[in-house]
């Protein structure tokens, strides 16, 4: 009982001697760090902050409840979205139109969700990583229902449905070797970046996603014009297009039925909540088939991936990453390191050094043109223009792979391809190889190939002197002959006054030359071909 006695004394000492450092230091804030204890400059702690004004106890009616965070992780995808969800909800009945016409369509949801299942654990993991509302993962949704592949009429691309102009100021290469605008990691961080800027620009995600739609020109066009009219501003007081309209209550809809599918008679398939692929690094130029063979995976998962390589060979210097469904990343790279099956890749690319026709092209590289067509889409009657790039095949000699300047500037210009027509003229007094060159607009060693004369020749009055002449050019602009030219055909004017004269029959050519050489007008049928070509 003594000892109790002296700890209880002993505790009580301890407690009173606490309470009057306690006291004291309230009392003169200043003191602990004068008296060398153990104040703020001796632990290195923060001074301490005292209140000015006296406390008050809190009340029961300012109390509030606060939501607590749960420790289980999300079941699947679906439930990780919702519970991101921080957009305000929009109640309207085009809200609950589109809610009807989703739901009603069980099988489009179901195409919509399967193929989202590749890269919406992505998509998710960079909303949260930016703090952005995860509705935005539902987006492409409504732009292309997921599919990378997607090209609308106006041009826009990829599951964002990225316009040319707009990919490009958001870094999104675009060449002969890959679109990024249709690549998942590239055109999902250009999305969230283009979001959060028009979210900077209008502090409104119903704005920012109208603007998305429509253009932020647009939405603030609108916005001032309801501001000089003194009306309101939300996205529902708008005056905007049909579709842009119906852009935020499409995904409000589609919201509304991942919120709660049972409301809807709709089922979600089942999206785990662990990403679907994983990024390898591409060290060779690659054939796109023997990558997807080298990863065991089918060919069209493949690309379902790899969307921007829009081309038989896959770049190492433009592409330095591959996407691979996550178990079939090592699979890949342990074959690749295996491969000793010849060359990786057995395309490349080649500049072309001067301007040139498709065929000459095929040519060169070794291809028929048919195939030098499709794989590089060149379109008909068009020449390929000098220091474009061109898929062709990779010999056995060639070691290098394409070079890096090449991959990322690749591009394919053309220019229209001249089509000409045999025709004669009627030389007139004095008339020689130069004034007939002159007149057309000529080369004179042309002139004179065609006549099988010397350069220097002067021909006989009344002599018929064959010419080529341009169908799509106006010759008369170019040499004043009075020659214009109708749809598929040349048409004669009068050299006086320009009125057009009776239309030449169907097949024939009609070249008109100033009434001062006193050269007849001769008709003469299409289908002539000069002993040698001439483009």
């Given at each position: 009982m003594k000892l109790i006695a002296a700890t209880c004394l002993a505790g009580s000492l301890v407690l009173a001697g606490c309470a009057g450092t306690s006291n004291n230091n309230s009392s003169s804030p200043s003191s602990s760090s004068s008296a060398g204890g153990t104040g703020a400059k001796a632990t290195g702690s923060a001074t301490p902050v005292y209140p000015?004004?006296?406390?008050?106890?809190?009340?029961?009616?300012?109390?509030?409840?606060?939501?607590?965070?749960t420790l289980a992780p999300p079941v699947d995808m679906w439930d990780r979205i919702r519970r991101g969800f921080k957009m305000p909800n929009l109640d309207s009945d085009l809200v609950r139109d589109r809610e009807q016409w989703y739901s009603s369509r069980p099988d489009y949801i179901q195409r919509m969700t399967e193929r989202s299942n590749k890269y919406i654990f992505h998509i998710v993991e960079e909303l949260e990583r930016r703090n952005m509302p995860t509705e935005l993962a539902l987006l492409p949704y409504i732009e292309s229902a997921f599919n990378p592949q997607a090209i609308s009429s106006a041009r826009a691309a990829g599951m964002w449905q990225f316009m040319p102009a707009t990919g490009t100021d958001f870094d999104l290469k675009q060449n002969i070797f890959r679109d990024d605008r249709r690549d998942v990691v590239a055109s999902t961080r250009a999305a969230l970046d283009y979001l959060q800027k028009l979210y900077g620009m209008f502090g409104d995600w119903q704005l920012a996603l109208a603007a998305y739609n429509w253009g932020e020109g647009s939405v603030s066009r609108a916005i001032a014009k309801n501001q000089r009219l003194g009306l309101p501003t939300t996205y529902s007081d708008l005056t905007m297009p049909a579709e842009t309209r119906l852009y935020?209550?499409?995904?409000?809809?589609?919201?509304?039925?991942?919120?709660?599918?049972?409301?809807?008679?709709?089922?979600?398939?089942?999206?785990?909540?662990?990403?679907?692929?994983?990024?390898?690094?591409?060290?060779?130029?690659?054939?796109?088939?023997?990558?997807?063979?080298?990863?065991?995976?089918?060919?069209?998962?493949?690309?379902?991936?790899?969307?921007?390589?829009?081309?038989?060979?896959?770049?190492a210097a433009g592409t330095p990453q591959l996407l691979l469904p996550w178990d079939n990343a090592a699979v890949f790279q342990r074959n690749f390191d295996?491969?000793?099956?010849?060359?990786?890749?057995?395309?490349?690319?080649?500049?072309?050094?001067?301007?040139?026709?498709?065929?000459?092209?095929?040519?060169?590289?070794?291809?028929?043109?048919?195939?030098?067509?499709?794989?590089?889409?060149?379109?008909?009657?068009?020449?390929?223009?000098?220091?474009?790039?061109?898929?062709?095949?990779?010999?056995?000699?060639?070691?290098?792979?394409?070079a890096a300047v090449v991959a990322d500037g690749g591009h394919l210009s053309f220019q229209p391809e001249i089509v000409t027509h045999r025709t004669t003229v009627k030389a007139g007094r004095a008339d020689s190889v130069a004034s007939i060159a002159r007149r057309y607009n000529l080369k004179p060693a042309n002139v004179a190939e065609w006549n099988d004369v010397k350069p220097n020749h002067a021909f006989k009055r009344g002599f018929s002197v064959v010419v080529y002449l341009p169908i799509r050019a106006t010759v008369a602009a170019r040499a004043g002959t009075g020659v214009a030219v109708g749809r598929g055909h040349a048409v004669a004017v009068s050299a006086k006054r320009g009125a057009p004269v009776?239309?030449?029959?169907?097949?024939?050519?009609?070249?008109?030359?100033?009434?001062?050489?006193?050269?007849?007008?001769?008709?003469?049928?299409?289908?002539?071909?000069?002993?040698?070509?001439?483009?």
């Open positions: 000015r004004d006296s406390l008050s106890p809190l009340t029961t009616g300012q109390a509030q409840s606060q939501s607590v965070v935020v209550p499409k995904l409000q809809a589609v919201k509304n039925i991942v919120a709660n599918p049972q409301a809807f008679n709709t089922e979600l398939p089942l999206i785990a909540n662990h990403p679907y692929f994983q990024t390898v690094t591409l060290t060779r130029d690659l054939d796109v088939e023997l990558a997807a063979k080298l990863a065991d995976v089918r060919l069209e998962d493949f690309r379902a991936l790899n969307p921007a390589a829009h081309k038989p060979v896959l770049i295996a491969y000793s099956q010849g060359q990786y890749a057995s395309w490349t690319a080649w500049v072309v050094p001067s301007t040139m026709t498709v065929a000459d092209a095929a040519q060169r590289s070794g291809m028929s043109e048919s195939d030098l067509r499709a794989i590089n889409n060149v379109p008909p009657r068009m020449l390929i223009k000098a220091g474009s790039t061109l898929i062709v095949p990779r010999g056995a000699r060639v070691k290098e792979d394409v009776k239309a030449s029959p169907r097949g024939t050519n009609v070249v008109k030359v100033p009434a001062s050489s006193k050269q007849q007008v001769v008709r003469e049928k299409r289908g002539g071909t000069p002993a040698k070509k001439k483009r």
